[in-house]
């Protein structure tokens, strides 16, 4: 039997990642100065404080309805283009799952590819554009990959896991293409993207949730 991710262990993984962040400020927030405007953290964090907040709301929710009211609270309370972008992303992540109480593997895997596509769409970015995209895009095809070859759950996800660290460790090399840090001089080059960094422990908390859960 493979994983079952419900809303409830949604909002564990939440509550996590939002720690994780709120203790990493000055981290995100000088990687923002770095390559943009410094705002990345206070946005993100923000974010994650009010996703926390109606925790309980969340948890008894079908996992649609969750990523929906996740999507509505990230748009309206993040500003920048992180709220734009994660508020869309999770409003088609919650359609990509339409009807479900809770996800298996392809299920998310299927939620995580309507969202990255939808980021991808509103952004106009491509991966290798020094993006938020550089650690999901990689995760997503990973997670694919092995759902094709019918992989081990708790392998699969390790290595979903590493893509997506691996991808914002990449966009250390990149020029930006895309939002603020295409405007400096060196288009951040030497600079690790601060919304590939946030995203990428988005990926490694929810697959350590899971990893966890496939192993009680
Ligand atoms: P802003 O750039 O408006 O200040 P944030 O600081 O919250 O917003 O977010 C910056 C992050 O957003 C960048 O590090 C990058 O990962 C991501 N980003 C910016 N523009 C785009 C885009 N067009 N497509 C995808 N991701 C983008
Ligand atoms: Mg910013």
Not at 4 to 27: K, P
Request: hydrophobic share 40%; proline share 2%.
């Amino acid at each position: 039997m493979g994983f079952l991710l419900t809303s409830g262990d949604y909002v564990a993984y939440l509550e996590r990642t939002a720690r994780r962040i709120a203790e990493n400020g000055d981290y995100i927030s000088g990687l923002d100065a770095a390559t943009g405007d410094g705002d990345h953290w206070a946005n993100m964090n923000l974010g994650f404080e009010n996703l926390v907040a109606v925790g309980d709301e969340l948890r008894a929710m079908p996992i649609d309805a969750a990523f929906r009211k996740i999507g509505m609270l990230m748009m309206s309370k993040i500003g920048g283009s992180s709220g734009i972008l994660y508020g869309g992303g999770y409003m088609a992540a919650s359609k990509a799952c339409a009807g479900k109480a809770a996800l298996d593997a392809a299920g998310l895997c299927d939620a995580l590819e309507a969202m990255v596509k939808d980021m991808m769409n509103r952004g106009q970015a491509e991966p290798g554009m020094k993006t938020m995209i550089d650690a999901l895009y990689p995760a997503v095809q990973r997670f694919r990959q092995g759902l094709r070859d019918g992989e081990d759950e708790r392998a699969m996800l390790t290595a979903v896991k590493r893509a997506a660290l691996d991808g914002a460790e990449a966009t250390r090399d990149m020029a930006a293409v895309k939002g603020r840090a295409s405007y400096q001089t060196n288009r951040g080059v030497g600079h690790l993207d601060p919304g590939a960094v946030t995203k990428s422990w988005q990926i490694e908390g929810l697959c350590d949730l899971l990893i966890e859960k496939t192993g009680e």
